[in-house]
């Protein structure tokens, strides 16, 4: 089970990094969270073209940006291919700057990346996942230019505000014996 009680990721050797956009930022984080191996979350704005923006400059002034969860997790405890399938459980790929009821390019589905042996593992996920779909795979899969994490009142906030709006069904991982590791 992961946690985010630490302002600053944990440092280790062994742990790796992926930066996963996938809708309202909210919903992807209590999830991806909730993975075995994950150890650490948190949530901001991922390849924009605007530096340090606000939720408001993402939300209505178009810096680009999406919205992200950036993921630390072990490999020891799951793969970037685990992790993958899991994030793909719960977003739509094959749509474009939307996820749920939001709407807007801040919302499009993104797989960002600093490690370059990262592609190969993130295209045969996705080639994987294609074959689930008529409608071609729309989740943008680039290299991490950016990163700015978001204000703290986003961070956790399904944690801090259970009644929160989500767009993901978090219950879907209360009896994944993978999800729990076991």
């Given amino acids: 089970m992961s946690t ?3 302002t600053q990721p944990p440092e280790n050797k062994n742990l790796r990094e992926i930066w996963l956009a996938g809708g309202c930022f909210w919903g992807s984080e209590a999830y991806l969270a909730k993975l075995n191996g994950v150890v650490y979350t948190d949530v901001g704005y991922a390849n924009g073209k605007t530096e340090n ?6 939300t209505y002034r178009n810096t680009g940006h999406a919205e992200t969860v950036y993921v630390k997790y072990d490999p020891a405890q799951i793969s970037l291919a685990t992790l993958l399938t899991y994030y793909f459980k719960v977003v739509d790929p094959t749509s474009l700057n939307r996820q749920g009821n939001d709407t807007g390019v801040q919302y499009r589905t993104g797989i960002y ?3 370059a042996a990262d592609k190969a593992t993130i295209d045969a996920v996705i080639s994987q996942e294609q074959k689930k779909y008529a409608a071609p795979i729309v989740t943008e899969v680039l290299p991490l ?3 700015y994490i978001a204000e703290a009142a986003h961070q956790q ?3 801090k505000n259970p009644g929160g709006y989500c767009h ?3 219950s879907i991982l209360d009896n994944d014996p993978i999800a729990k590791g076991k």
Avoid: A, C, F, H
């Fill in 4 to 6: 985010n009680s630490k």
């Fill in 53 to 58: 923006p606000t939720y408001e400059q993402v």
């Fill in 113 to 115: 990346y600093k490690n």
């Fill in 145 to 147: 230019t950016n990163y």
């Fill in 157 to 159: 906030y399904l944690r």
């Fill in 168 to 170: 993901i069904n978090l």
